[in-house]
């Protein structure tokens, strides 16, 4: 007999209300979450900031749809239902509680990494930056010389390139790209493809890690007290991206290593006789690849903002986050389990939604422009929690409940 037969659900829900409310409000870290929460009242930009993206991405999709729904023939078009009863069976959520795991954890890596998915916003970045708008590009350049010196050239070449890339990439999903079948061939229109998808995740991740670091610098700044302009604040993030972007590199290169390069070469001979699709199958990439990637980031949690604070070099900032590990492991455990629980909740949240109501229908199509929202939020207060638990540590107030006063 299933265990929901034995108690009602609204049971069940109100023990794990209940258990979360415990959680939130008996861990070591709570005044961290309190001062996140304090932070985001103060700073509403840090939140409205990630919802643009996600509003944006939604858009996107949305805009598909309506594209494909009116572009494709009779039988191959989207079939949208205005009103759909939700529907969701017990062992289907069963499968949901299982499936949300992952995404959580992709959900905490991005704290210590790009919390926010940038595209299609990244083109409309790709842009400004080609543009040199406000001139933040040549911020950046002079940044990179002083820090790489030779090799900033390089760089630069490598970032104007993804940029490029990123520029183009939301033409692959109109039929400008698809028509391009009649002047070249199908192979090499798909590793075209493939290899502008990764030269857009790559920038997707460098801009996504500029925000990021502006994000952060905007926590600190009410934690202690700081006026500052956002013009200013933005420039400072980027000469501080000078510092975070070699650690960057190595998430991207593990990214790069672990997904886009054995799909690159799936459809390059000779790799494709051994890179077959079956061994890049779905399986691959959510049960090795991108677990391996989000316990990476959650290892070396403090790496990212030990070089946005600092500006060292990363094999100090592994030192000291391991320095800082070792002092903290208590409270920082105890975040990593909190933000876990909050991710988890929000991400099944939207996958019960979206499978028990179905695609292309009504309600998820409010839903898809509602989540952002949440999701900015939670992400935005775990972001500000973890910027406050950190600086805490910092002065020795880790569980001091009214340290700031701002």
């Known amino acids: 007999m299933p265990v929901t037969d034995k108690y009602p659900l609204w049971m069940w829900f109100a023990c794990a209300a209940v258990a979360y409310l415990l959680l939130m409000f008996l861990n070591p870290a709570r005044g961290s ?12 930009t840090i939140w409205l900031m990630l919802t643009l993206f996600g509003l944006c991405y939604a858009l996107f999709q949305t805009a598909l ?3 494909y729904h009116y572009y494709l023939p009779e039988g191959q078009r989207p079939v949208f239902e205005w009103w759909r009863p939700w529907f969701l069976p017990g062992e289907t959520f069963v499968g949901l509680l299982k499936t949300s795991a992952l995404p959580a954890l992709e959900g905490v890596g991005g704290l210590f990494n790009v919390l926010i998915a940038t595209f299609p916003f990244s083109a409309i970045a790709a842009l400004l930056f080609i543009v040199n708008w406000q001139g933040h590009h040549a911020v950046l350049f002079r940044a990179l010389q002083r820090r790489l010196g030779g090799w900033s050239l390089l760089v630069h070449f490598g970032i104007l390139l993804c940029a490029l890339a990123a520029l183009v990439k939301p033409l692959l999903y109109t039929p400008l790209f698809t028509n391009l079948g009649a002047y070249l061939p199908g192979l090499f229109l798909l590793q075209c493809g493939f290899v502008i998808d990764w030269l857009s995740f790559l920038f997707e991740i460098m801009f996504g890690t500029g925000v990021q670091i502006y994000l952060i610098l905007m926590v600190y700044a009410w934690v202690r007290g700081l006026n500052f302009t956002h013009q200013h604040l933005i420039d400072f993030a980027i000469r501080r991206f000078s510092f975070v972007m070699k650690w960057s590199a190595v998430v991207m290169l593990a990214s790069t290593a672990l997904i886009h390069m054995p799909l690159i070469l799936s459809n390059v001979p000779p790799f494709s006789h051994w890179l077959t699709p079956d061994k890049l ?7 090795i690849a991108r677990p391996a990637l989000g316990v990476f980031l959650v290892l070396f949690c403090s790496v990212q903002i030990v070089l946005t604070f600092h500006g ?8 000291d986050h391991f320095y800082f590990i070792g002092r903290e492991w208590w409270p920082v455990g105890w975040f990593l389990l909190t933000a876990l629980v909050n991710f988890y909740i929000l991400r099944t949240l939207d996958l019960a939604i979206r499978r028990g109501f179905g695609n292309d229908t009504g309600p998820t199509l409010a839903w898809s422009f509602f989540y952002p929202l949440l999701d900015a939020f939670v992400g935005g207060w775990m972001l500000a929690a973890w910027v406050c638990l950190y600086k805490r540590s910092g002065t020795g107030h880790v569980r001091a409940e009214n340290w700031i006063q701002y």
């Open 33 to 44: 979450f309190r001062d996140g929460l304090r932070c985001l009242r103060r700073h509403a």
């Open 65 to 67: 749809e309506v594209f």
């Open 281 to 287: 199958s779905p399986e691959y990439i959510d049960h």
């Open 312 to 319: 060292e070099s990363p094999g100090k900032a592994i030192r």
